[in-house]
């Protein structure tokens, strides 16, 4: 591993230093590891083959590594994935089952995709050498020690893209500053979303010149993909009435949802379509309705209406003699609630709606991201929680473009404007949608950050050995990117 030696430089340290990291990690996943698997066995059991190294993505020597921990950095890493040449080999990799799943479902038929092994030796060496990646990209962040000196010990280029510094890590940072310059020390180049990202890490010690602010790539995503199906069955189990979509909460909110939705006139007023933040905590909502006195059913349990209705639907094209669609409302129930126990699909869900709720945002998470039902236009409603996205709440802030609310009170009483008030839904959604148009661009300036790294990116063996500083220069120069550094010259992986 690299220390902080004199003059803030980094030099290498004794193994001693890497293998007491190793230890300590080793012993925390021993003692707590057993813990971990008896409450959410359910939800990590999964990861275990990956994230012990055994089961390996099938990548090929030579790729760009895409690092991306949960489902909001899988979709940042699909947008930059997709404004790459298609011949560019890639490698995803997750922490979390949900980011996992995402980034099948996104980028299954574009990269290798698999969990990041555990930051121990065995395991991380074992990926490097298999895989031998060209250069490794961390969406956001996620800096593991070991992993990070590693890279360094290969010759590997490493950078940050839709790089943040959160209120809390900053606190951590500023008072280990020699780990935080070793951590961030490592790293080549930021691309980060705002300048106040840029000012934060130039305070922990990260080189002014290391550091583009190129606009958070959210901004830049495409509106997800329709579901047809799916949007036909909540239209059915709606049956006429204004759709509620509480996206991405976390516990202790969907009391409030709950009493909020039931405060505007609950099932017989609208639909409300309830998205937990956590897949594991499914069960747990699940209960919560079962108290709650409303009529609900999972979305999995529509999988079968949806069927029906699209064999209609074919029928009724097929001739004049077809079947009638009359009648197909009744073949699903017409619930209050729908939980929506399902990956991949809030996103679009939120193109029905009549007004949403953004969850973490009443809970003290620090926020989720408001541009999915933003890039819609439709009316938002976030609690006072936002400090993972201070940039982008004051945008929405000045643009009055979002209600803010303070409890479930106040978003009942959004939710009944919005409902009983269409108009003034469609205003407030208009101006989300104007914020989000003002900040794209994003990817065309992370691109150029990103021009020296994709310089080394080619398929097969020989992708190791063919890349130089003076090659990084001139692909720096060709995107006419601000600022030049020299990456690591490539060396052959240690076998």
Not at 124 to 146: I, M, N, Q, S
Not at 283 to 310: F, I, K, P, T, Y
Request: with cysteine; net charge positive.
């Amino acid at each position: 591993m690299y220390c902080l030696g004199r003059a803030g430089r980094l030099v290498y340290c004794p193994p001693v230093a890497s293998l007491l990291y190793q230890l300590g990690l080793a012993l925390l996943l021993v003692t707590a590891g057993p813990l971990l698997l008896l409450l959410r066995g359910r939800h990590y059991l999964p990861t275990l083959s990956g994230r012990l190294g055994l089961a390996l993505p099938p990548g090929e020597p030579g790729a760009l590594w895409l690092h991306a921990v949960s489902v909001g950095e899988v979709a940042v890493a699909a947008v930059v994935a997709e404004a790459l040449p298609a011949e560019t080999p890639l490698v995803v990799t997750t922490i979390t089952p949900t980011g996992q799943a995402r980034a099948r479902a996104l980028l299954g038929k574009r990269a290798a995709v698999g969990y990041l092994p555990i930051d121990l030796g065995p395991l991380v060496g074992r990926f490097l050498r298999r895989l031998r990646p060209a250069a490794l990209v961390l969406v956001e962040g996620d800096y593991w020690p070991l992993l990070l000196s590693r890279c360094r010990r290969r010759g590997l280029p490493v950078v940050v893209i839709n790089g943040r510094v959160g209120d809390r890590t900053l606190r951590l940072l500023a008072k280990r500053q020699g780990i935080a310059r070793w951590l961030l020390g490592v790293v080549d180049r930021f691309a980060v979303q705002t300048e106040e990202d840029a000012r934060r890490l130039r305070a922990l010690g990260v080189a002014a010149e290391k550091v583009t602010v190129a606009g958070n790539l959210k901004y830049d995503a495409p509106e997800p993909p329709a579901l047809p199906l799916l949007e036909a069955a909540m239209r059915s189990a709606a049956a006429g009435r204004p759709i509620l979509v509480a996206g991405s909460t976390m516990a202790g909110e969907e009391e409030a949802v709950l009493a909020a939705f039931q405060a505007v006139g609950g099932g017989h007023r609208a639909l409300l379509v309830l998205a937990p933040r956590h897949p594991e905590r499914r069960n747990e909502v699940a209960r919560l309705l079962d108290g709650s006195g409303l009529a609900w059913q999972r979305r999995s349990a529509m999988d079968a209406a949806a069927s029906d209705v699209a064999t209609a639907v074919r029928a009724r094209d097929s001739g004049p003699h077809a079947t009638s669609t009359s009648g197909q409302r009744d073949k699903i129930a017409s619930p209050a609630v729908v939980l929506l126990d399902s990956l991949g699909e809030l996103a679009g869900l939120y193109r029905l709606a009549a007004g949403c709720f953004v969850g973490g945002t009443l809970a003290p998470k620090g926020g989720h991201n408001p541009l999915e039902p933003a890039r819609f236009g439709r009316a938002v409603a976030v609690g006072p929680s936002m400090e993972n996205f201070r940039d982008m709440a004051a945008q929405f802030d000045a643009a009055g473009a979002w209600r803010r609310v303070a409890d479930g009170d106040e978003l009942a009483a959004a939710w009944r404007e919005w409902i009983e008030t269409p108009a003034s839904a469609d205003a407030l959604g208009a101006r989300a949608l104007q914020v989000v148009e003002a900040n794209r661009g994003a990817l065309a300036r992370t691109l150029a950050v990103l021009a020296p790294v994709l310089a080394r990116v080619q398929p097969g063996d020989r992708a190791a050995a063919i890349a130089t500083p003076a090659v990084v220069r001139e692909a720096v120069a060709a995107t006419r990117n601000p600022v030049a550094i020299d990456m690591p010259a490539p060396r052959r992986a240690r076998q």
